[in-house]
């Protein structure tokens, strides 16, 4: 009998990160000061991070040991198992194997908290007793509430109003973790004041939340940001993921042919990809097929330029080099798939402007469609965003059936979808609206950008 499970025993959770830095041709573009366009130093970040974390953003060392701290929390859900998708398999009728590393384990049921226990151990030590973030639809908001109890920190979190308003129940999640959750933007920033008497109905932003967060912690002494993607720090943690998936691969005594996953800042699919990716830099698995998946509403890696632009839509973070839609870019309302950040890691989007990585874009009700194929087969209500991942291994297995070829795809599966049945009702009601984003809009909000030499 095939197994349908591959799992690995705690002991097999990895003692070291793996930093992609250290295995680059060319380093990364340094991230530059909003305001003089010069490289930040260690520095410029000491306001908002601890120096550990700081240090693992510009190291150039191959591997960073993950402190037993942390290795103990994270026995509470890994090593996660890797899933062979028999019965998807069977009603694709391809010959492909397909394969999904899934990480709706974890206790706020995403990869996030891979890199929420990291951020929050490490402010932890440096004696830090306050973090604050932002979150949208509430994800990284509960994986950092969840962190932060394991550790005896405050937490507070910036929510997006609209989302506030809409999704109650991570905000209850949060909550139960002991987090103070706020529908942002709120009366206790100057950011937040300025904006809230413009317009005091604004149903609030990503960019603005950030905003709220980065002040705070700028402004307390005891107090530190989190950020839950984007980052190299982030991907560095993430890749506990692409880890594991190695080892448990070997196990199989198989070796992938494609590797896919959504990318919204590109913290789960970088952290599942990399450690892959080194064996195609080092030239060991040259014909791997490695692709990111994103929504057509929000194209940054299919129709973006690589280019320096802010990390923020206000434009106070520093400037970071990699694929954008502009920093103001707006998501249509309607849309439900998320993943919508307008730009990414600029590990991830370096490694695919150098074709070590390409990507996808795919319409809302397909990544549904398949969703909903996937829950009928292999039971798992997957996230919207996860959903992506999903629609390109099918779309990967069809090619696979129709050229009678028997390749061995795996995808990341994120996380799970209890908080998101709204939009799985919105799919089967058929109130599912397909939209791409206009090309036209995407060239008014580049040619805002700053030049960069
Ligand atoms: C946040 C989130 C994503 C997108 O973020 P990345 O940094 O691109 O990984 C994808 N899937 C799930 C389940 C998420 O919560």
């Known amino acids: 009998m095939t197994k349908t499970k591959i799992l690995l025993d705690e002991n097999d959770i990895p003692k070291k990160w793996y930093n992609i830095q250290a295995d680059l041709k060319t380093p990364l573009d340094p991230p530059l000061n909003p305001k003089t366009k010069k490289p930040i130093g260690p520095n410029d970040l000491k306001a908002i991070f601890p120096m550990e974390l700081i240090k693992q953003e510009v190291s150039t060392e191959r591997y960073i040991s993950i402190p037993e701290e942390i290795r103990e929390i994270y026995r509470i859900w890994r090593p996660t198992p890797l899933y062979r998708a028999k019965n998807l398999e069977k009603a694709l009728k391809t010959p492909a194997k397909i394969y999904y590393k899934w990480e709706g384990v974890s206790p706020p049921g995403s990869h996030k908290p891979n890199s929420a226990v990291a951020q929050a151990y490490f402010n932890m030590k440096a004696g830090i007793t306050r973090v604050v973030t932002e979150t949208g639809a509430g994800q990284w908001g509960s994986a950092l509430a969840f962190a932060s109890s394991k ?209 996808l874009a795919y319409y809302q009700n397909e990544v549904f469609e398949a969703a909903t194929l996937f829950a009928k087969t292999e039971g798992f209500v997957v996230a919207p965003e996860a959903a992506h991942a999903v629609k390109a291994a099918i779309d990967f297995a069809r090619i696979c059936k129709n050229e009678n070829k028997k390749k061995i795809i795996v995808f990341g599966n994120s996380g799970h979808g209890h908080f998101d049945l709204s939009a799985y009702d919105a799919y089967n009601n058929k109130q599912m609206q397909n939209y791409a984003y206009p090309e036209k809009l995407i060239t008014n909000n580049l040619e805002k950008l700053p030049l960069i030499n």
């Open 151 to 359: 550790f005896n920190l405050k937490c507070r979190v910036y929510m997006v109003k609209c989302s506030y308003e809409q999704k109650p129940y991570r905000r209850i999640l949060m909550e139960n973790w002991g987090a103070k959750v706020f529908s942002s933007p709120t009366n206790l920033t100057k950011s937040g004041k300025e904006i809230l008497k413009k317009d005091p109905n604004t149903p609030g932003s990503l960019g603005i939340s950030i905003s709220e967060a980065v002040e705070d912690a700028a402004t307390h002494e005891d107090t530190n940001y989190c950020l839950g993607s984007v980052l190299n720090h982030v991907v560095l943690h993430q890749t506990v993921i692409g880890l594991e998936l190695k080892k448990q691969f070997e196990l199989l005594d198989e070796y992938p042919d494609i590797i896919c996953g959504c990318v919204g800042g590109g913290s789960n699919f970088a952290g599942t990809s990399f450690p892959f990716i080194r064996d195609k830099i080092i030239g060991k698995k040259p014909d791997l097929k490695i692709v990111s998946v994103e929504p057509l509403v929000c194209p940054t890696l299919t129709k973006g330029e690589y280019r320096y632009d802010f990390g923020d839509s206000v434009g106070l973070t520093p400037l970071l080099k990699m694929y954008t839609l502009g920093h103001g870019f707006v998501p249509p309302a309607i849309h439900a798939g998320g993943l919508r950040y307008h730009g990414g890691s600029p590990l991830l989007c370096k490694l695919t402007k150098e074709r070590y990585m390409e990507a």
